[in-house]
């Protein structure tokens, strides 16, 4: 089983839509949550950090489940600026356990 | 305001030659790290720096080494690089190995071998 799994899409959505991304660890002793956006042939960055029950930034919304190990990406009103590869980071107790997941490839079309 | 930078953006080099590559920052951030990002893949740890200090991952080919000379720059040398060596690296700093520290990623360098 792979540490961070995510469902690799692609997500293809209309502009406008809500769309939600999930993603699994296998390290019950994670404790900490990120997730990445990364558009094609270009580096990571970071779009939000997830350190308790959640978080939310303007349109994004993040959800953290540590009974059942998950995490969530919510995208509401999604802009064509939103296509890329979203990418779950699990870290550990220190950030040289950071564990990326595959990534969710999300296209948002006019 | 470039914060990482890598060198060069785009390497091609033949089968079993030497290669490397190079990191900066500017960011005057204690940990540096290489990354390994394949196709579709996610990015793979490789080593890290904390300061002087090296850090390789248990899986890591002796292939690759890295050299820190000092806190603004950081090398990966492939030392005979094969086919399956092709992909994009990644350098990254964070402030400190903490687990709430954000890592910063430069622009990457893909390699191609030949």
């Known amino acids: 089983r792979k540490e961070v799994e995510q469902d690799p899409g692609p997500f293809n959505v209309p502009e406008g839509a809500t769309v939600a991304f999930n993603c699994t660890y296998s390290?019950?002793?994670?404790?900490?949550f990120f997730w990445y956006r990364q558009d094609c042939r270009k580096e990571p960055k970071l779009l939000m950090s997830v350190y308790s029950s959640g978080n939310e930034d303007g349109r994004f919304t993040a959800q953290l489940n540590r009974a059942s190990q998950y995490i969530s990406l919510l995208i509401r009103d999604s802009k064509l600026s939103d296509s890329a590869t979203y990418l779950c980071v699990v870290n550990g107790r220190d950030n040289n356990d950071m564990r990326f997941g595959a990534g969710t490839r999300l296209t948002v079309k006019p | 305001d470039a914060m990482v930078i890598q060198n060069p953006r785009y390497q091609v080099t033949q089968f079993g030659k030497p290669v490397t590559l190079s990191c900066s920052q500017t960011?005057?951030?204690?940990?540096m790290y290489w990354y390994q990002q394949k196709s579709s893949q996610a990015p793979k740890l490789l080593f890290h720096y904390y300061d002087k200090d090296f850090n390789n991952e248990a899986d890591t080919p002796d292939n690759f080494q890295s050299r820190r000379p000092n806190t603004s720059f950081c090398f990966l040398d492939i030392r005979s690089p094969g086919l399956g060596d092709a992909a994009m690296y990644l350098c990254?700093?964070?402030?400190?190995?903490?687990?709430?520290?954000?890592?910063?990623f430069g622009p990457g360098t893909r390699l191609t071998v030949l």
């Open positions: 960011l005057n951030h204690n940990v």
């Open positions: 990254a700093t964070s402030r400190r190995s903490s687990s709430t520290d954000t890592q910063y």
């Open positions: 390290n019950s002793a994670s404790q900490s």
